[in-house]
């Protein structure tokens, strides 16, 4: 089969479109013929050298995918999902830059109605992201005040639409006036420009005082303390990206008087159970909200496999908004 392969870590000029020997899939496991997938901000990461693959999976980048399925391993019943040519997307730990792909059965999950197979591997990564992190972690409810940092991203623009579909209040950040419009556009009642306005002062203002119970954080070290200054009390704060770095301090004096809670999840290392019930989950939550057309996938480029390269400079320069898909 093909598959872009990192010949070594680097830019993105050091990803090549190869043959590798075809996987196998091992018990449990199904293989999908790949239709499509997408770039994820780790992947940049993987490519660089600096987020290595979990045990055993794939080194092969690529953490979703769509496809139909062409090989059932031991032990994996022919079923409404999992039977041979239906067609599926995925959530895998790698290897989604190839035309075919190894995936446990249970991270399957169906095509949601109204969309086309292409399209559908923009939907594993943000909607079992958003879905496991602000539902299963944080536990937003109806009526709360939910802030998401990087509105116009990928995890972002979805994340606005779920949120605001769960009858959240949803505040955003975004990068220039065109990406503040498309977050409005997409269902949020506030969006903060965070290259020319304070969040902390924004929030504060719109809430009036009251803060917002559920952040979804891309930025770590950079936003820890003002994201604790914008905790409601009893607020939730999940940080899911780096992009402001690892390390940071907090005076835990502002968490103990809000009795605030500081979470942070990865989705690529948890357990094969776990990333099973997330699926079930957004199957049986989020598609039919995405079939109803609440909630859209938001595609901002779509491009040749073999052009990975070039979709990784699209996503390090900040030029796109939503997901970029790369198809086979
Ligand atoms: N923990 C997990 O399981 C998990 C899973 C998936 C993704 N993630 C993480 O989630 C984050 C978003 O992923 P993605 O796929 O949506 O990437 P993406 O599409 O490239 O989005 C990145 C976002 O970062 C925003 N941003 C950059 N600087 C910012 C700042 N100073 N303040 C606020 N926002 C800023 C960008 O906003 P503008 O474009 O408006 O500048 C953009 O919306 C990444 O950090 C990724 O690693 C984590």
New binding site residues.
């Given amino acids: 089969m093909k598959a872009v392969v990192p010949k070594q870590p680097g830019g993105p000029e050091v990803l090549e479109y190869v043959d590798v020997p075809d996987p196998e899939p091992g018990p449990g496991e199904v293989v999908v013929d790949v239709a499509a997938t997408a770039?994820?901000?780790?992947d940049l990461?993987q490519r660089a050298g600096h987020y290595p693959p979990p045990e055993g999976a794939s080194e092969i980048l690529g953490?979703e995918c769509s496809g139909t399925v062409h090989a059932l391993g031991e032990g994996v019943e022919d079923s409404e999902y999992v039977g041979i040519g239906r067609e599926v997307c995925a959530l895998l730990a790698g290897g989604g830059y190839a035309t075919k792909v190894a995936v446990p059965a249970g991270q399957l999950m169906p095509i949601p109605d109204g969309v086309d197979l292409v399209t559908a591997a923009a939907l594993p990564?943000?909607a079992a992201?958003v879905w496991?992190?602000v539902m299963m972690v944080a536990g937003l409810r109806a009526g709360d005040t939910f802030l998401v940092?990087?509105?116009?991203?990928?995890?972002?623009t979805f994340a606005i639409q779920l949120a605001r579909a769960l009858g959240a209040r949803v505040l955003t950040?975004?990068?220039?006036p065109e990406?503040l419009d498309l977050c409005r556009e997409l269902g949020a009642d506030v969006a903060i420009d965070?290259?020319e306005q304070d969040f902390v002062e924004v929030v504060a203002e719109v809430t009036d005082g009251h803060g917002a119970d559920v952040i979804l954080d891309?930025?770590g070290a950079?936003?820890l303390a003002r994201n604790v200054d914008t905790l409601a009390t009893e607020g939730r704060l999940v940080v899911?990206?780096?992009?402001?770095g690892s390390t940071a301090e907090l005076d835990l004096r502002t968490l103990f008087r809000k009795r605030a809670a500081v979470i942070?999840?990865?989705?690529?290392s948890r357990p094969v159970s776990e990333k099973t019930t997330i699926c079930g989950a957004v199957a049986e939550h989020v598609w039919p909200l995405v079939a109803d057309g609440t909630v859209r996938p938001m595609i901002g480029h779509t491009m040749p496999l073999a052009e990975a390269a070039e979709a990784h400079r699209l996503?390090e320069s900040?030029g796109?908004?939503?997901?970029i898909l790369l198809v086979v």
């Fill in positions: 770039v994820n901000r780790a990461v953490l990564e943000v992201t496991s992190n940092h990087g509105g116009a991203g990928g995890i972002g950040t975004a990068g220039s990406k965070y290259r891309n930025m950079s936003y899911i990206g780096f992009q402001g942070s999840t990865g989705l690529r996503m900040g796109s908004t939503g997901k």
